[in-house]
């Protein structure tokens, strides 16, 4: 079955730096991967859509890569912002959305 | 912006007991879903929608659950004879085609006694 890892539980950083947020899958390669948003008590909140022949995607201060070939992608946010604190789940598109259990985002001001 | 919307926001029954969870997904949206989270772990696929039947179900979504549309709008999970691991977030989504973006609601709370 396939298996998604997200690279750490919990990732601290200082307003303004860029974070970084690994995804690795095992297995299939999906057709597209997703990233999403999710706050403490509430549901999924879709962020961005990149595509198997997609090397990169953007939007404002977000940017997501796919290298299929390492099976992983990575969720970068620019001049990150206290407001972006969050936990930040990677999902795969095969037959379902699988999740990965996220990452725990904390920008410190 | 329209958005899925849930109901009840929370749900506390007793052990044994049947519950429905509501959803009424975004109007124009033709798949359905239900996810669940338990508290401190991932979310998970429960069953997907479409055309008035089941597309996928996991492991999880066995003779204990049932999906319904029964209206127009509404889209239902029943729990029938919870159990005390039942107790979790339950997300309902839609999206509009088949591998589409799915929005989600903000999800019922059910706590099983």
């Known amino acids: 079955s396939q298996k998604i890892e997200q690279n750490s539980e919990a990732l601290n950083i200082q307003e303004g730096k860029t974070a970084t947020l690994t995804c690795n899958y095992t297995n299939y390669s999906p057709a597209y991967l997703q990233w999403y948003r999710q706050d403490p008590g509430r549901g999924p909140v879709f962020l961005l859509l990149i595509r198997e022949n997609e090397k990169e995607k953007r939007k404002e201060r977000l940017k997501v890569t796919f290298d299929t070939t390492l099976k992983q992608s990575l969720f970068h946010i620019t001049a990150s912002q206290p407001a972006d604190s969050a936990t930040y789940l990677c999902a795969l598109v095969i037959r379902t959305l699988t999740f990965g259990k996220g990452t725990m985002l904390l920008v410190s001001p | 912006e329209p958005e899925v919307t849930q109901t009840p926001s929370h749900q506390v029954t007793q052990m044994g007991q049947e519950v429905i969870l509501r959803c009424v997904p975004i109007s124009n949206h033709l798949y359905f879903y239900w996810y669940r989270q338990i508290l401190g772990q991932k979310v998970e696929f429960l069953v997907s929608f479409y055309n008035n039947e089941i597309s996928e179900k996991s492991e999880i979504f066995d003779d204990q659950f049932s999906v319904e549309r029964p209206d127009g709008s509404n889209f239902t999970l029943k729990i029938r004879s919870t159990k005390l691991e039942d107790s979790a977030m339950y997300f309902c989504?839609?999206?509009?085609?088949?591998?589409?973006?799915?929005?989600f609601g903000p999800g019922t709370r059910l706590l099983v006694l």
């Open positions: 989504a839609s999206s509009a085609g088949l591998r589409e973006t799915q929005y």
